[in-house]
């Protein structure tokens, strides 16, 4: 079964730093999705970025950035930049390419410090 | 475009109660998902449906939780009777047909149960 692992329940960043949210996952399969979702205090899950794992090049949304380590099965997400707006529940997700079913970690709340 | 739609978004409930929680998706998405995200968790999948016809609902505790969506629109997920471990936030999200079958989320609603 596939599995999804974040390993840093919280994480804080001082405004307009750097800050790197690291997960990893289990699969057996060679094709498939991996996600970055943002839930604020709003509850609404917003995706922030997404992987394809047949790419070998780094996803890049503006101040968000992907390193996927296929090999390792490590996908970490880097917000260069950190804006008060950043503040929320980051959730890493794995998705097998055919199907619906999206797995998610447990989240990582990351705290902006002004 | 309108996104997910959800009501209510918080409800208040004894246990052994019964609930009902509505979703509206995006015009046009075929593809509906209720999650279950229990506090300092992931989202859970519970149900999905194609229009009007189930497609997993391998995760729906079914001796208690029901879900509908009869005209392939709207969809209705109950609870009967409430357990305390049902407290909650319900999401709904409904899916976009692109090579990564996006999915986009609703406000959620937050259910606790006394």
């Known amino acids: 079964a596939q599995t999804v692992t974040q390993s840093q329940p919280e994480m804080s960043v001082q405004e307009a730093e750097t800050v790197t949210l690291s997960c990893t996952y289990d699969t057996s399969e060679s094709d498939y999705y991996l996600f970055w979702y943002k839930q604020p205090p709003s509850r609404q899950m917003i995706l922030v970025i997404r992987?394809?794992?047949?790419?070998?090049q780094n996803a890049t949304e503006n101040r968000f950035s992907v390193n996927f380590q296929k090999a390792a099965k490590s996908f970490s997400l880097k917000i260069s930049d950190s804006q008060l707006g950043d503040a929320a529940m980051y959730f890493c997700a794995y998705r097998r390419e055919e199907g619906d079913k999206i797995i998610f970690g447990k989240g990582t709340r990351l705290h902006i410090l002004p | 475009e309108a996104g997910v739609a959800q009501s209510p978004r918080y409800k208040i409930i004894e246990k052994r109660q019964s609930v009902a929680f509505w979703c509206n998706p995006i015009s046009g998405h075929a593809t509906l998902y209720w999650y279950q995200q229990i506090l300092g968790q992931g989202p859970k999948l519970l149900i999905q449906?194609?229009?009007?016809?189930?497609?997993?609902d391998s995760q729906l505790p079914k001796d208690r939780f029901s879900a509908e969506r009869l005209k392939g629109v709207d969809s209705t997920l109950k609870i009967q009777p409430a357990k305390l471990e049902d407290s909650a936030v319900y999401l709904c999200a409904s899916r976009r047909d692109n090579p990564w079958n996006e999915q986009f989320f609703g406000p959620g609603t937050r259910l606790t149960v006394l």
């Open positions: 449906f194609q229009n009007n016809g189930v497609v997993d």
């Open positions: 992987q394809e794992a047949y790419k070998q």
